[in-house]
């Protein structure tokens, strides 16, 4: 499975974004689709995760009730919406994929190219 990740960009504080990552095929019952970020001089870390048999998603505290991750099936693509951003969500972000939710990149199989997204203050 092959991820593209797109939609990044500037924005001011308090706007809105909305990152897609397409799959290059249809994913299987169990897949986890996964959403990490890198800022500057920092670890990867884990963002939003969504499980496809269940739909049940997971969100890193700092970004609980500010983004939301999605599926559209149709398109094999996750979503993930940023609302409310803040200047400490700058960060390259990463769309991911595996078969088991976890919070740690190496759980997961496949990776997309980053997205930049940077904003300002």
């Known amino acids: 499975v092959q991820l593209q990740a797109s939609g990044g960009g500037l924005v001011q504080a308090g706007g809105s974004l909305r990152l897609s990552c397409v799959a290059s095929q249809r994913t299987y019952s169990s897949f986890v689709a996964g959403w990490f970020r890198r800022a500057p001089g920092k670890e990867r870390e884990f963002v939003a995760a969504?499980?496809?048999?269940?739909?049940?998603?997971y969100y890193a505290d700092s970004v609980k009730g500010r983004f939301t991750i999605s599926r559209d099936s149709a398109k094999n693509t996750v979503y993930l919406q940023m609302n409310n951003l803040k200047p400490e969500d700058t960060a390259i972000y990463f769309c991911a994929g595996g078969s088991h939710y976890d919070t740690v990149p190496s759980a997961y199989r496949y990776w997309g190219q980053g997205t930049l997204v940077t904003v300002s203050s």
């Open positions: 969504r499980r496809q048999n269940s739909g049940n998603t």
